[in-house]
Protein backbone atom coordinates (compact mmCIF):
# COMPACT_ATOMS: atom_id res chain seq x y z
CA UNK A 1 0.00 0.00 0.00
CA UNK A 2 1.89 3.05 -1.24
CA UNK A 3 -1.42 5.22 -1.27
CA UNK A 4 -2.58 7.16 1.79
CA UNK A 5 -3.67 4.31 4.08
CA UNK A 6 -7.01 3.66 4.96
CA UNK A 7 -6.37 3.74 9.10
CA UNK A 8 -9.35 1.46 10.06
CA UNK A 9 -7.13 -1.04 7.75
CA UNK A 10 -4.10 -1.19 9.83
CA UNK A 11 -3.53 -2.83 13.19
CA UNK A 12 -0.26 -2.54 15.11
CA UNK A 13 -0.05 -5.71 17.56
CA UNK A 14 2.64 -7.56 19.60
CA UNK A 15 2.41 -10.96 20.68
CA UNK A 16 3.32 -11.91 24.41
CA UNK A 17 3.34 -14.87 25.99
CA UNK A 18 5.71 -16.73 29.17
CA UNK A 19 8.61 -18.71 27.57
CA UNK A 20 7.40 -21.83 26.24
CA UNK A 21 3.58 -20.95 25.75
CA UNK A 22 3.96 -20.82 22.23
CA UNK A 23 4.80 -17.14 20.75
CA UNK A 24 6.50 -18.19 17.95
CA UNK A 25 4.59 -21.46 16.85
CA UNK A 26 1.80 -19.15 17.09
CA UNK A 27 3.71 -15.80 15.28
CA UNK A 28 4.55 -18.56 12.72
CA UNK A 29 1.28 -19.95 11.74
CA UNK A 30 0.04 -16.44 11.46
CA UNK A 31 2.48 -15.65 9.21
CA UNK A 32 2.07 -18.54 7.13
CA UNK A 33 -2.17 -18.53 7.00
CA UNK A 34 -1.43 -14.48 6.18
CA UNK A 35 0.83 -15.45 3.17
CA UNK A 36 -0.99 -18.88 2.49
CA UNK A 37 -3.10 -17.07 -0.71
CA UNK A 38 -0.03 -15.60 -2.46
CA UNK A 39 1.74 -18.99 -1.94
CA UNK A 40 -0.59 -21.70 -2.67
CA UNK A 41 1.52 -22.81 -5.56
CA UNK A 42 4.47 -23.21 -3.12
CA UNK A 43 2.61 -25.34 -0.36
CA UNK A 44 2.06 -28.92 -1.43
CA UNK A 45 1.13 -31.82 0.80
CA UNK A 46 3.93 -32.91 3.25
CA UNK A 47 5.64 -29.93 2.05
CA UNK A 48 4.84 -27.90 5.54
CA UNK A 49 6.48 -25.69 8.08
CA UNK A 50 9.98 -26.82 8.07
CA UNK A 51 10.36 -25.90 4.34
CA UNK A 52 8.25 -22.56 4.76
CA UNK A 53 10.56 -21.14 7.56
CA UNK A 54 13.53 -22.87 5.73
CA UNK A 55 13.13 -20.58 2.70
CA UNK A 56 12.54 -17.52 4.72
CA UNK A 57 16.15 -18.18 6.24
CA UNK A 58 17.46 -18.43 3.42
CA UNK A 59 16.12 -15.09 2.58
CA UNK A 60 17.35 -13.97 5.60
CA UNK A 61 14.23 -12.38 7.04
CA UNK A 62 12.77 -14.44 10.10
CA UNK A 63 9.76 -13.87 12.44
CA UNK A 64 12.26 -11.94 14.96
CA UNK A 65 12.42 -9.27 12.70
CA UNK A 66 11.76 -5.86 15.02
CA UNK A 67 8.34 -5.66 12.90
CA UNK A 68 6.97 -7.88 10.58
CA UNK A 69 3.50 -7.18 7.98
CA UNK A 70 1.14 -9.70 6.92
CA UNK A 71 -2.23 -9.49 5.04
CA UNK A 72 -5.32 -10.69 6.49
CA UNK A 73 -9.18 -10.05 5.31
CA UNK A 74 -7.95 -6.77 3.16
CA UNK A 75 -6.03 -5.58 6.37
CA UNK A 76 -2.49 -4.75 7.43
CA UNK A 77 -1.35 -6.08 10.63
CA UNK A 78 2.23 -4.85 11.43
CA UNK A 79 3.25 -7.68 14.20
CA UNK A 80 5.88 -5.98 16.67
CA UNK A 81 8.56 -8.34 18.17
CA UNK A 82 7.98 -8.04 22.21
CA UNK A 83 10.73 -10.14 23.68
CA UNK A 84 9.12 -12.28 25.96
CA UNK A 85 12.11 -12.61 29.01
CA UNK A 86 12.37 -11.21 31.85
CA UNK A 87 15.99 -9.93 31.36
CA UNK A 88 14.20 -7.87 28.43
CA UNK A 89 12.27 -5.88 30.73
CA UNK A 90 13.46 -2.53 29.05
CA UNK A 91 12.59 -3.89 25.81
CA UNK A 92 9.04 -5.03 26.06
CA UNK A 93 8.46 -1.74 27.64
CA UNK A 94 9.93 0.05 24.14
CA UNK A 95 7.74 -2.08 22.26
CA UNK A 96 4.42 -2.04 24.24
CA UNK A 97 4.58 1.49 23.48
CA UNK A 98 4.70 1.72 19.68
CA UNK A 99 1.67 -0.98 19.29
CA UNK A 100 -2.38 -0.45 19.78
CA UNK A 101 -3.15 -4.33 20.92
CA UNK A 102 -1.81 -7.69 21.81
CA UNK A 103 -2.77 -11.13 21.68
CA UNK A 104 -1.71 -12.33 25.29
CA UNK A 105 -0.64 -16.54 24.78
CA UNK A 106 -1.36 -18.51 27.63
CA UNK A 107 -0.67 -22.25 27.98
CA UNK A 108 -3.69 -24.62 28.14
CA UNK A 109 -1.73 -26.78 30.91
CA UNK A 110 -0.01 -24.36 33.08
CA UNK A 111 -2.13 -21.30 32.72
CA UNK A 112 -1.08 -18.09 33.48
CA UNK A 113 2.68 -18.15 34.81
CA UNK A 114 4.74 -15.70 36.38
CA UNK A 115 6.30 -14.01 33.69
CA UNK A 116 2.33 -13.79 32.01
CA UNK A 117 2.01 -11.75 34.77
CA UNK A 118 4.36 -9.58 34.92
CA UNK A 119 3.58 -8.64 31.23
CA UNK A 120 0.24 -8.19 32.02
CA UNK A 121 0.82 -5.47 34.80
CA UNK A 122 3.32 -3.92 32.08
CA UNK A 123 0.70 -3.68 29.15
CA UNK A 124 -1.77 -2.72 31.99
CA UNK A 125 0.68 0.61 32.25
CA UNK A 126 0.65 1.22 28.64
CA UNK A 127 -3.52 0.75 28.75
CA UNK A 128 -2.65 -2.37 25.79
CA UNK A 129 -6.06 -3.60 24.39
CA UNK A 130 -5.34 -7.03 24.91
CA UNK A 131 -7.34 -10.36 23.67
CA UNK A 132 -6.01 -13.65 25.42
CA UNK A 133 -5.34 -17.25 22.88
CA UNK A 134 -5.68 -19.75 25.52
CA UNK A 135 -2.85 -22.52 23.91
CA UNK A 136 -1.46 -25.87 23.83
CA UNK A 137 -5.39 -27.45 24.09
CA UNK A 138 -3.91 -30.42 22.38
CA UNK A 139 -1.75 -31.69 24.87
CA UNK A 140 -1.92 -34.10 27.63
CA UNK A 141 -3.00 -32.28 30.53
CA UNK A 142 -4.62 -29.12 29.41
CA UNK A 143 -7.65 -28.23 30.13
CA UNK A 144 -9.37 -24.87 29.47
CA UNK A 145 -11.78 -24.31 31.84
CA UNK A 146 -8.84 -24.20 34.54
CA UNK A 147 -6.12 -22.05 32.25
CA UNK A 148 -9.22 -19.70 32.06
CA UNK A 149 -10.34 -19.65 35.93
CA UNK A 150 -6.19 -18.31 36.59
CA UNK A 151 -6.94 -15.23 34.28
CA UNK A 152 -9.55 -14.41 36.89
CA UNK A 153 -7.37 -15.82 39.71
CA UNK A 154 -3.67 -14.30 38.61
CA UNK A 155 -4.58 -11.67 37.08
CA UNK A 156 -7.50 -10.49 38.30
CA UNK A 157 -9.85 -9.09 34.89
CA UNK A 158 -13.03 -9.76 33.48
CA UNK A 159 -12.37 -12.10 31.19
CA UNK A 160 -14.80 -13.61 28.44
CA UNK A 161 -14.65 -16.56 26.79
CA UNK A 162 -15.75 -15.89 22.75
CA UNK A 163 -15.08 -19.60 22.55
CA UNK A 164 -15.57 -22.85 24.07
CA UNK A 165 -13.02 -26.14 23.30
CA UNK A 166 -14.90 -29.23 20.93
CA UNK A 167 -13.07 -32.03 22.84
CA UNK A 168 -9.87 -32.45 24.51
CA UNK A 169 -5.96 -32.96 24.83
CA UNK A 170 -5.96 -35.13 21.71
CA UNK A 171 -8.94 -35.33 21.00
CA UNK A 172 -9.38 -31.43 20.50
CA UNK A 173 -11.03 -30.33 17.56
CA UNK A 174 -12.32 -27.13 17.06
CA UNK A 175 -14.07 -24.41 18.30
CA UNK A 176 -17.68 -23.26 18.96
CA UNK A 177 -17.85 -19.52 17.67
CA UNK A 178 -20.10 -17.82 20.82
CA UNK A 179 -20.57 -14.66 18.50
CA UNK A 180 -22.35 -16.84 15.36
CA UNK A 181 -23.11 -19.89 17.59
CA UNK A 182 -21.95 -22.36 15.34
CA UNK A 183 -19.02 -24.69 15.37
CA UNK A 184 -15.76 -24.83 13.62
CA UNK A 185 -13.78 -27.65 13.65
CA UNK A 186 -10.55 -28.69 11.59
CA UNK A 187 -10.04 -31.88 9.70
CA UNK A 188 -6.85 -32.68 10.66
CA UNK A 189 -3.63 -30.79 12.39
CA UNK A 190 -1.33 -30.55 9.64
CA UNK A 191 -0.34 -26.41 8.48
CA UNK A 192 -2.93 -25.87 5.71
CA UNK A 193 -5.59 -28.18 7.47
CA UNK A 194 -9.18 -27.32 6.52
CA UNK A 195 -12.17 -26.29 8.78
CA UNK A 196 -15.64 -26.19 8.10
CA UNK A 197 -18.81 -25.21 9.97
CA UNK A 198 -21.12 -27.63 12.03
CA UNK A 199 -23.71 -27.39 14.53
CA UNK A 200 -22.86 -27.20 18.02
CA UNK A 201 -22.47 -30.07 19.30
CA UNK A 202 -25.13 -31.96 21.61
CA UNK A 203 -23.25 -31.91 24.56
CA UNK A 204 -22.12 -28.38 24.34
CA UNK A 205 -25.48 -26.97 23.58
CA UNK A 206 -26.42 -25.97 27.21
CA UNK A 207 -23.11 -24.67 28.02
CA UNK A 208 -22.89 -23.04 25.09
CA UNK A 209 -26.44 -21.44 25.56
CA UNK A 210 -25.27 -20.09 29.12
CA UNK A 211 -21.71 -18.60 27.62
CA UNK A 212 -23.14 -17.09 25.16
CA UNK A 213 -25.48 -15.36 27.78
CA UNK A 214 -22.35 -14.29 29.49
CA UNK A 215 -21.19 -12.48 26.62
CA UNK A 216 -23.90 -10.62 25.77
CA UNK A 217 -24.60 -9.42 29.56
CA UNK A 218 -21.15 -8.19 30.06
CA UNK A 219 -20.02 -6.91 26.25
CA UNK A 220 -23.34 -5.06 25.96
CA UNK A 221 -23.00 -3.50 29.30
CA UNK A 222 -20.78 -0.81 27.20
CA UNK A 223 -23.14 0.20 25.54
CA UNK A 224 -26.45 1.94 26.36
CA UNK A 225 -27.77 1.60 22.67
CA UNK A 226 -27.04 -2.20 22.62
CA UNK A 227 -28.39 -2.54 25.86
CA UNK A 228 -31.77 -1.32 24.75
CA UNK A 229 -31.89 -3.25 21.47
CA UNK A 230 -31.23 -6.28 23.50
CA UNK A 231 -34.38 -5.48 25.81
CA UNK A 232 -36.30 -4.90 22.93
CA UNK A 233 -35.60 -8.01 20.85
CA UNK A 234 -34.57 -10.17 23.11
CA UNK A 235 -31.10 -10.67 21.16
CA UNK A 236 -28.73 -8.34 18.85
CA UNK A 237 -27.27 -8.77 15.64
CA UNK A 238 -23.60 -9.99 14.74
CA UNK A 239 -22.57 -6.77 14.10
CA UNK A 240 -23.55 -4.93 16.88
CA UNK A 241 -22.09 -7.80 19.35
CA UNK A 242 -18.80 -7.22 17.76
CA UNK A 243 -18.82 -3.60 18.25
CA UNK A 244 -19.44 -3.96 21.87
CA UNK A 245 -16.60 -6.74 21.97
CA UNK A 246 -14.16 -4.43 20.23
CA UNK A 247 -15.65 -1.29 23.02
CA UNK A 248 -14.94 -3.00 26.02
CA UNK A 249 -11.70 -4.97 25.00
CA UNK A 250 -10.46 -1.09 23.46
CA UNK A 251 -11.62 0.41 27.05
CA UNK A 252 -9.93 -2.58 29.26
CA UNK A 253 -13.21 -3.37 30.47
CA UNK A 254 -12.93 -7.03 29.80
CA UNK A 255 -11.11 -9.53 27.90
CA UNK A 256 -12.01 -11.68 24.87
CA UNK A 257 -10.76 -15.01 25.73
CA UNK A 258 -10.23 -17.39 23.11
CA UNK A 259 -8.45 -20.93 21.86
CA UNK A 260 -6.95 -23.88 20.30
CA UNK A 261 -3.74 -25.34 19.75
CA UNK A 262 -1.13 -23.39 17.38
CA UNK A 263 0.99 -26.85 16.35
CA UNK A 264 -1.80 -28.74 15.27
CA UNK A 265 -2.99 -25.49 13.66
CA UNK A 266 -6.51 -25.60 15.14
CA UNK A 267 -7.91 -21.89 15.96
CA UNK A 268 -5.07 -19.44 14.19
CA UNK A 269 -7.76 -18.40 11.46
CA UNK A 270 -10.57 -17.31 14.14
CA UNK A 271 -7.76 -15.64 16.30
CA UNK A 272 -6.62 -13.51 13.15
CA UNK A 273 -10.00 -12.57 12.34
CA UNK A 274 -10.68 -11.32 16.35
CA UNK A 275 -6.94 -9.44 15.97
CA UNK A 276 -9.14 -7.29 12.79
CA UNK A 277 -12.37 -7.07 14.67
CA UNK A 278 -11.71 -6.54 18.46
CA UNK A 279 -8.21 -4.51 18.18
CA UNK A 280 -7.88 -1.37 18.29
CA UNK A 281 -6.63 0.81 14.54
CA UNK A 282 -4.24 3.11 14.87
CA UNK A 283 -7.12 6.16 15.08
CA UNK A 284 -9.21 4.05 17.85
CA UNK A 285 -6.55 4.62 20.80
CA UNK A 286 -5.93 8.33 21.43
CA UNK A 287 -2.02 8.75 20.65
CA UNK A 288 1.11 9.54 21.95
CA UNK A 289 2.19 11.67 24.48
CA UNK A 290 4.18 14.41 24.16
CA UNK A 291 7.57 14.11 26.21
CA UNK A 292 7.97 16.42 29.84
CA UNK A 293 10.31 18.83 29.78
CA UNK A 294 13.90 18.22 30.76
CA UNK A 295 14.48 18.19 34.20
CA UNK A 296 10.93 19.02 35.35
CA UNK A 297 8.66 17.21 37.51
CA UNK A 298 5.38 17.17 35.71
CA UNK A 299 2.38 14.73 36.23
CA UNK A 300 2.95 12.87 32.82
CA UNK A 301 -0.82 11.72 32.54
CA UNK A 302 -1.38 15.93 31.74
CA UNK A 303 1.36 16.18 29.12
CA UNK A 304 -0.86 17.05 25.28
CA UNK A 305 -1.57 13.91 23.43
CA UNK A 306 -0.18 13.98 19.75
CA UNK A 307 -3.44 11.94 18.05
CA UNK A 308 -2.69 9.80 14.98
CA UNK A 309 -3.42 12.43 12.00
CA UNK A 310 -2.20 11.50 8.62
CA UNK A 311 -2.74 14.96 7.60
CA UNK A 312 -0.58 16.46 10.31
CA UNK A 313 3.26 17.25 9.97
CA UNK A 314 5.61 14.28 10.42
CA UNK A 315 5.97 12.86 13.72
CA UNK A 316 7.65 9.43 14.16
CA UNK A 317 9.16 7.43 17.48
CA UNK A 318 11.89 5.08 16.97
CA UNK A 319 11.45 1.88 18.90
CA UNK A 320 14.22 -0.13 17.42
CA UNK A 321 16.91 -0.35 15.34
CA UNK A 322 18.83 -3.54 14.38
CA UNK A 323 21.90 -4.01 11.94
CA UNK A 324 21.43 -6.77 9.39
CA UNK A 325 23.34 -7.88 6.28
CA UNK A 326 21.67 -4.83 4.38
CA UNK A 327 22.68 -2.03 7.33
CA UNK A 328 21.11 -0.52 9.87
CA UNK A 329 17.85 -0.59 9.96
CA UNK A 330 15.80 1.82 12.23
CA UNK A 331 12.25 1.17 13.07
CA UNK A 332 9.58 4.07 13.35
CA UNK A 333 6.17 4.72 14.42
CA UNK A 334 4.49 6.93 12.23
CA UNK A 335 1.99 8.86 14.17
CA UNK A 336 1.23 11.80 12.12
CA UNK A 337 2.05 13.11 8.68
CA UNK A 338 3.96 11.32 6.03
CA UNK A 339 7.56 10.69 5.51
CA UNK A 340 9.00 10.26 1.93
CA UNK A 341 12.37 8.55 0.56
CA UNK A 342 15.07 11.28 0.58
CA UNK A 343 13.36 13.04 2.92
CA UNK A 344 15.02 15.57 5.67
CA UNK A 345 13.98 15.53 9.26
CA UNK A 346 15.08 16.60 12.43
CA UNK A 347 15.51 14.11 15.05
CA UNK A 348 13.98 16.14 18.05
CA UNK A 349 15.28 14.64 21.34
CA UNK A 350 19.02 14.87 19.66
CA UNK A 351 18.69 17.84 18.12
CA UNK A 352 20.08 16.97 14.67
CA UNK A 353 18.56 16.25 11.17
CA UNK A 354 18.54 12.83 9.88
CA UNK A 355 18.02 12.08 6.08
CA UNK A 356 16.14 9.23 5.21
CA UNK A 357 17.16 6.65 2.60
CA UNK A 358 15.22 3.92 1.58
CA UNK A 359 12.21 2.66 3.71
CA UNK A 360 11.21 -1.03 4.09
CA UNK A 361 8.49 -2.87 4.91
CA UNK A 362 9.52 -6.63 6.10
CA UNK A 363 7.25 -9.45 5.34
CA UNK A 364 7.59 -13.25 6.25
CA UNK A 365 9.28 -14.05 3.01
CA UNK A 366 10.47 -10.81 1.33
CA UNK A 367 11.30 -6.90 1.99
CA UNK A 368 9.00 -4.56 0.32
CA UNK A 369 10.33 -1.23 -0.30
CA UNK A 370 8.14 1.58 0.20
CA UNK A 371 8.71 5.34 -1.18
CA UNK A 372 6.74 6.47 1.49
CA UNK A 373 5.24 5.65 4.86
CA UNK A 374 2.04 7.56 6.20
CA UNK A 375 0.85 7.80 9.76
CA UNK A 376 -0.72 4.92 11.83
CA UNK A 377 2.12 2.28 10.07
CA UNK A 378 5.59 0.70 11.07
CA UNK A 379 8.51 0.94 8.78
CA UNK A 380 12.02 0.36 8.83
CA UNK A 381 14.31 3.71 7.35
CA UNK A 382 17.96 2.87 5.94
CA UNK A 383 20.41 5.44 6.13
CA UNK A 384 19.87 7.17 9.53
CA UNK A 385 23.45 8.09 11.64
CA UNK A 386 22.53 8.58 14.67
CA UNK A 387 19.37 8.01 16.05
CA UNK A 388 18.69 5.69 18.63
CA UNK A 389 15.85 3.66 20.33
CA UNK A 390 12.95 5.79 21.90
CA UNK A 391 14.55 9.20 19.49
CA UNK A 392 11.67 11.05 18.09
CA UNK A 393 11.86 12.16 13.87
CA UNK A 394 9.63 14.84 13.79
CA UNK A 395 9.06 17.61 10.74
CA UNK A 396 11.67 20.33 11.57
CA UNK A 397 8.86 22.93 11.19
CA UNK A 398 6.71 21.18 14.23
CA UNK A 399 9.52 19.76 16.18
CA UNK A 400 7.51 17.73 18.41
CA UNK A 401 9.14 15.03 21.48
CA UNK A 402 6.95 12.48 21.55
CA UNK A 403 7.09 10.60 25.34
CA UNK A 404 10.30 9.25 26.10
CA UNK A 405 11.14 5.62 27.33
CA UNK A 406 10.72 6.25 31.08
CA UNK A 407 14.23 4.62 32.80
CA UNK A 408 14.60 2.79 34.92
CA UNK A 409 12.26 0.89 34.44
CA UNK A 410 10.77 -0.55 37.88
CA UNK A 411 11.75 -3.26 38.99
CA UNK A 412 8.47 -5.84 39.12
CA UNK A 413 8.73 -8.51 41.97
CA UNK A 414 7.79 -11.76 40.40
CA UNK A 415 8.65 -14.18 43.72
P1 LIG B 1 7.70 -19.49 22.88
O1 LIG B 1 8.85 -19.70 23.81
O2 LIG B 1 6.52 -18.87 23.59
O3 LIG B 1 8.06 -18.78 21.63
O4 LIG B 1 7.16 -20.96 22.52
P2 LIG B 1 7.36 -21.83 21.19
O5 LIG B 1 6.42 -21.41 20.15
O6 LIG B 1 8.80 -21.91 20.85
O7 LIG B 1 6.85 -23.23 21.73
C1 LIG B 1 7.50 -23.91 22.76
C2 LIG B 1 7.32 -25.42 22.54
O8 LIG B 1 5.93 -25.74 22.64
C3 LIG B 1 7.77 -25.87 21.18
O9 LIG B 1 8.35 -27.15 21.34
C4 LIG B 1 6.49 -25.95 20.38
O10 LIG B 1 6.55 -26.92 19.36
C5 LIG B 1 5.49 -26.35 21.43
N1 LIG B 1 4.14 -25.87 21.12
C6 LIG B 1 3.77 -24.62 20.74
N2 LIG B 1 2.45 -24.57 20.53
C7 LIG B 1 1.97 -25.79 20.84
C8 LIG B 1 0.65 -26.39 20.82
O11 LIG B 1 -0.35 -25.77 20.48
N3 LIG B 1 0.58 -27.70 21.20
C9 LIG B 1 1.66 -28.44 21.57
N4 LIG B 1 1.47 -29.70 21.92
N5 LIG B 1 2.90 -27.92 21.57
C10 LIG B 1 3.06 -26.63 21.22
Known sequence: MSAK???????????????????????????????VSHKIGEVHEG?????????????GITITSAAVTCEWEGHRINIIDTPGHIDFN???????????????????????QPQSETNWRLADRYNVPRII??????????????????????????????????????NFVGVVDLIEMRAIVWEGGELGAKFHYEEIPDDLKEKA???????????????????EEYFDKGDVDVATLKRCIKKGTIKGDFRPVLCGTAFKNKGVQPLLDAVIDFLPAPDDVEGIRIAPP??????????????????????????KIINDKYGTLTFVRVYR??????DTVLNTTKGHKERIGRIFQMHADKREELKEVHAGDIAAFVGLKDTQTGDTLADSSDPVVLERMSFPIPVIDIS
Open 337 to 342: GVLRTG
Open 294 to 319: EDEEVDENKLPIIPVDPDGKFAGLAF
Open 209 to 227: AEARQNLLDTALSVDDAAM
Open 5 to 35: SDLSLIRNIGITAHIDAGKTTTTERILYYTG
Open 90 to 112: IEVNRSLRVLDGAIFIIEGVAGV
Open 47 to 59: NTTTDYMAQERER
Open 133 to 170: FINKLDRTGADFYYAFSTLKEKLDIVAIPLQLPIGAEE
